[in-house]
């Protein structure tokens, strides 16, 4: 299913057939992408290890790095050079945690010993983390995270082939649901019906949390049991 399609599916659901258009095209497409994005963060976010967000710069000398803002969580981090994990740390611990320098307590956040990365530190500033300790040479390192799609739909329709690469396909006819929330919850005269805005909310929310919920148990592994003869 593409953007085309879902467009046309919208019009059809709600009787909005015949122009002039009770919603415009930009409109819709617009509910539209915020149901794809809506969709990704109620459901955990896209698992991804590959793409060029997925690598942040060090650079000699510097102690922070720009972070992609659509990355939702950092799940692992290894420094590229050697592979050796970097630890990462919320900023609300960073001021509780220190190291035995040679005897001296050092806190971490004081620490601007150079060296390899060690610890990646997040929360700091949106769209940036904290390396501890300063870079001593340009490495990279590799994130593996949950993140919100790459793509989006345009709403001046210059993209109506988008068939939402970062959800499978079985989710795309729920992303009406969310799109008709907005579109019943705009604030129209003519269109403004609270009941069905919220009923349209519900119905999303809810198969969100079946899709997570799927989700979550295809991550983990069957267990077999082994018992012991009698």
Same mark, same amino acid.
């Given at each position: ?26 409109? *819709? ?10 969709? @990704?963060?109620? !459901? ?12 942040? %710069? ?7 790095? %720009? ?36 005897? @001296? ?7 601007? !010993? ?6 990646? @530190? ?11 300790? *300063? ?17 989006? @739909? +345009? ?56 899709? +997570? ?7 983990? +592994? ?9």
């Amino acid at each position: 299913m593409n953007a085309e399609y879902l467009l046309r599916l919208f019009r059809r659901e709600t009787g909005d057939m015949e122009e002039p258009y009770l919603w415009s095209n930009e409109e *819709v497409l617009v509910y539209m992408d915020d149901a794809y994005k809506m969709f @990704v963060r109620l !459901t955990g976010g896209v698992a991804d290890c590959t793409s060029p967000l997925c690598t942040l %710069e060090v650079k000699a000398g510097e102690n922070t790095a %720009e972070i992609d803002t659509r990355i939702l969580r950092v799940m692992r981090a290894v420094r590229g050079s050697d592979n050796e994990i970097v630890d990462i740390i919320n900023i609300t611990d960073l001021m509780k945690m220190s190291r035995d320098d040679y005897g @001296v307590i050092r806190p971490l956040y004081m620490d601007k !010993t150079p060296g390899p990365v060690r610890y990646m @530190v997040i929360g700091r500033q949106r769209g940036l983390v904290q390396w501890v300790q *300063v870079p001593k040479e340009d490495d990279q390192v590799l994130l593996d995270v949950y993140r919100l799609p790459l793509a989006s @739909v +345009k709403p001046d329709g210059s993209n109506l082939t988008f068939s939402f690469p970062d959800i499978g396909e079985e989710h795309h006819y729920y992303l009406l649901k969310w799109m008709m929330h907005r579109g019943y919850d705009k604030r129209d005269s003519d269109l403004f019906d609270p009941v069905k805005a919220e009923k349209f909310k519900t119905d999303f929310t809810s198969y969100c949390a079946m899709a +997570k919920a799927e989700w979550e148990r295809s991550k983990h +592994k069957t267990r077999i049991v082994g018992y012991g003869g009698l």
